[in-house]
């Protein structure tokens, strides 16, 4: 039986998307290697204008993909966001990232928040290697709900379940028919998340300094094949920081940092090991092991596995450096950078964006430029729209 499945295509993609250099240096090139790796794609055009990072940033519709935690310090009760993010389109024009999120802040007090989100990937249309020469649109998508609640005056924690489905498999012969398509992969993770946020007083101006983190997709394997295939799910630990000042009356500026890690082992290679048959032997024995490696286990198995010791591990952060320029809540402008080492993936760009806000809806575009050349993920658009419940109600509350 052969198979089509999501590991393959979107390594293929992932690929394509590296820096020539990266992959020159084979025998220091490493990738984690994770399924369903569209859980790790930024949703929304604010973010990504910031160069993707979003765990300490000012709540907003999306934090359910940032840090869920934010929602209990919400300025608005309810927010529905809608966004598009065409994917690889210097390659194809069919795959697309789109997401619906939102939450709804209920209770006395104004400390929690339930929220939700909807993504889904589509790869677009995929061809058979069968002499059948069928097609078939494989996708992912993911739906969670999360709560969260004040704990204090200045932090928050929250937590969210998630569902997720891949029905990237084809069967292009065998089975009870050829071209059948195969039954996708499921899985079920959670996120855990806190929020700090602080307002210290600088010279005679009132600033906002947060702390974010957030641990997510914590959960089961997704099995591919009938369980012959097994995939670790991105389970990540992203952790940031936030600081706003004021520059002028209704002029604020505010600068982010993030760091990100998966937690996920490191999958062995055939290359560390010694080029005999008692290195392929053990080879073999570690895959084995890798493969039979629990997600829980695997966390703790992620900041000490890597070949190359410590150093490796370092490679394996990404970090995020953006900034936000905010007139009256109204007018966005923002930049930022996001970096990833040439051994992990090696994919570095900057981002750019601009956002426009009324009270009832708020529209958000970015532009994302690779740092290397040849890069599918340039000229990548983005575009988010927000609208604001509490705008709505005044609207027809004067009516």
């Known amino acids: 039986m052969k198979r089509i499945q999501a590991s393959i295509l979107l390594l293929v993609a992932m690929a394509m998307a ?20 569209s859980l790790g794609i930024a949703p929304d055009a604010r973010a990504a204008g910031m160069g993707d990072l979003g765990a300490a940033t000012d709540p907003d519709a999306y934090s359910q993909f940032w840090n869920p935690s934010k929602y209990a310090f919400a300025y608005s009760d309810a927010a529905v966001s809608l966004s598009y993010t065409p994917w690889l389109r210097k390659i194809v024009n069919d795959i697309f990232l789109a997401n619906v999120s939102g939450y709804w802040k209920f209770g006395g007090g104004d400390n929690q928040a339930v929220s939700a989100s909807l993504r889904y990937f589509s790869l677009g249309e995929v061809s058979t290697y069968s002499e059948i020469g069928q097609t078939f649109n494989p996708y992912e998508m993911a739906f ?32 009870s028919e050829a071209g059948d398509p195969v039954s996708g992969a499921s899985a079920f993770s959670a996120d855990i998340s806190g929020y700090l946020t602080k307002y210290p007083i600088i010279g005679q101006n009132e600033c906002q300094w947060s702390l974010g983190w957030n641990i997510s997709n914590i959960g089961s394997k997704l099995n591919f094949d009938n369980g012959t295939s097994p995939a670790f799910l991105p389970t990540n630990l992203r952790i940031g920081t936030n600081f706003a000042f004021p520059l002028a009356d209704y002029h604020t500026l505010s600068i982010g940092l993030d760091l990100n890690k998966l937690l996920v082992p490191t999958k062995p290679r055939r290359i560390d090991y010694a080029d005999d048959e008692e290195g392929q032997i053990e080879w073999q024995q570690a895959t084995i092991d890798w493969e039979n490696t629990s997600s829980i286990s695997g966390i703790f198995k992620s900041f000490s596995d890597a070949p190359g010791g410590m150093k490796e591990e370092l490679q394996e952060i990404t970090w995020s ?79």
């Open 18 to 37: 590296l820096p020539q250099y990266a992959l020159a240096q084979k025998n220091q090139f490493n990738p984690i290697e994770t399924g369903v790796v």
């Open 321 to 399: 450096l953006g900034a936000e320029y905010n007139y009256n809540q109204q007018f966005f402008l923002r930049a930022g950078y996001y970096y990833e080492n040439e051994y992990k993936g090696g994919r570095k760009y900057y981002g750019l964006g601009a956002g426009f806000a009324l009270n009832v809806l708020r529209l958000d575009a970015s532009y994302m430029i690779a740092a290397s050349q040849n890069s599918p993920l340039d000229q990548t658009l983005r575009f988010s729209l927000t609208f604001d419940m509490d705008g709505i109600k005044e609207i027809f509350g004067r009516r």
């Open 144 to 175: 969670d709900i999360g709560y969260s609640r004040k704990l204090s005056e200045s932090y928050s924690m929250g937590i969210v379940f998630r569902y997720i489905y891949s029905s990237l498999g084809y069967n292009s012969d065998g089975g």
